[in-house]
């Protein structure tokens, strides 16, 4: 037998070949598409992303799902910038579909990019995404991104202490919040359930639950895009775990995916939240775990509005690490080369 033949056997013409880098940010997974995808056209990023939404679907199943991926895999496209001093856009995706915004994808894609060298090295990195800019600032150190903070898009509290019916759970307190994406933030003691990965099922089943009832119940308006006015997931919160920190996040968005990070949209509005609140001064560390223990930390860097809402523009600083670089083929006659998903 000889193995290195099938190593260096090139897959038939009619493949499609998508070359990826993998990575992590805090635990959850980041695939970055580094070649086999044509630049997705668009004046702006959420063009880009609506074109993407209605071409690129396929392929991202394929991507994301079953047999190459998971039900919990995440990915991200690079695009041109659509700003005059933009480094770079971006579009992500996941097994619903193409989000908005992606706090840990920001941290893992910078990561990915100065590493390999793609991007040369910078003080700030200017992102365009779905959601707005967004500015990160990598610290390198011993030849590697030892960490990524990044400003996020201005966030805020929509609605403080709603309520709503859940079927199958009675009625749910919840705040609504903004940080790239909306989500429900409901305290976990409510549900009965433990932030850790022992309840990882059920938290899925009641993060699903409060997601649709809350969608059900009410409008969630962006005050500038349409294509943002939706509910992203739920976020449950509760004390730290671990000695240090303030606040443990688990997030159940998209379609049931459960995000192995803090969640940096969410960190985000769970920010504005606290700030809100009058819980979180400018500039004080606010430290969150996720349902692994694996650590984002945010902070507010100022106040500011946001169309009618007072706001503040969020920073979340977290770590990533390479995983692995391969190719992904796509064979025209495999009746599931656009992938299927197991929950």
């Not at 880098?21 to 580094?34: F, N, S």
């Not at 995808?37 to 690129?56: F, N, S, W, Y």
């Not at 009965?192 to 639950?209: A, F, K, N, Q, V």
């Not at 984002?296 to 009618?308: A, L, N």
């Amino acid at each position: 037998m000889d193995l290195e033949r099938a190593t260096s056997w090139p897959p038939p013409a009619g493949w499609r070949r998508v070359t990826v880098i993998d990575a992590h940010a805090a635990g959850e997974p980041l695939r970055v598409v580094t070649g086999g995808v044509d630049p997705p056209p668009g004046a702006t990023i959420l063009e880009k992303r609506r074109h993407a939404r209605e071409r690129l679907d396929g392929l991202r199943r394929g991507l994301m799902f079953e047999p190459r991926g998971h039900a919990d895999m995440y990915g991200a496209i690079v695009t041109e910038p659509v700003t005059a001093d933009g480094d770079l856009g971006v579009l992500f995706m996941h097994n619903e579909g193409w989000s908005t915004m992606c706090g840990h994808g920001i941290i893992a894609l910078v990561t990915v990019l100065l590493e390999t060298g793609a991007l040369a090295a910078r003080e700030v990195v200017r992102v365009d995404a779905p959601a707005g800019r967004v500015a990160a600032r990598p610290k390198v150190a011993g030849g590697r991104v030892a960490s990524v903070a990044f400003e996020n898009v201005p966030s805020f509290a929509l609605a403080l202490d709603e309520t709503v019916d859940v079927p199958g759970m009675g009625r749910v307190r919840y705040d609504l919040a903004f940080g790239g994406a909306f989500y429900a933030y409901v305290d976990v003691a409510q549900v009965g359930l433990e932030m850790t990965p022992r309840d990882y099922r059920r938290l899925i089943d009641s993060g699903w639950r409060i997601k649709k009832a809350v969608m059900a119940s009410r409008p969630i308006p962006h005050p500038f895009e349409p294509d943002l006015s939706f509910l992203y997931g739920t976020i449950f919160t509760g004390p730290a775990l671990g000695p240090g920190g303030d606040s443990r996040n688990v997030c159940v968005f998209a379609d049931g995916e459960v995000d192995r990070s803090p969640t940096g949209t969410g960190v985000s509005g769970r920010v504005a939240l606290e700030h809100a609140r009058g819980r979180l001064a400018v500039g004080t560390p606010f430290v969150v775990e996720s349902v692994i223990g694996t650590r984002f930390v945010g902070r507010v860097v100022r106040e500011t509005t946001f169309g009618p809402h007072a706001a503040v523009v969020p920073e979340v600083e977290g770590s990533a690490w390479i995983s692995g670089r391969g190719e992904l083929w796509f064979d025209p006659h495999d009746p599931l080369r656009e992938g299927f998903i197991l929950r």
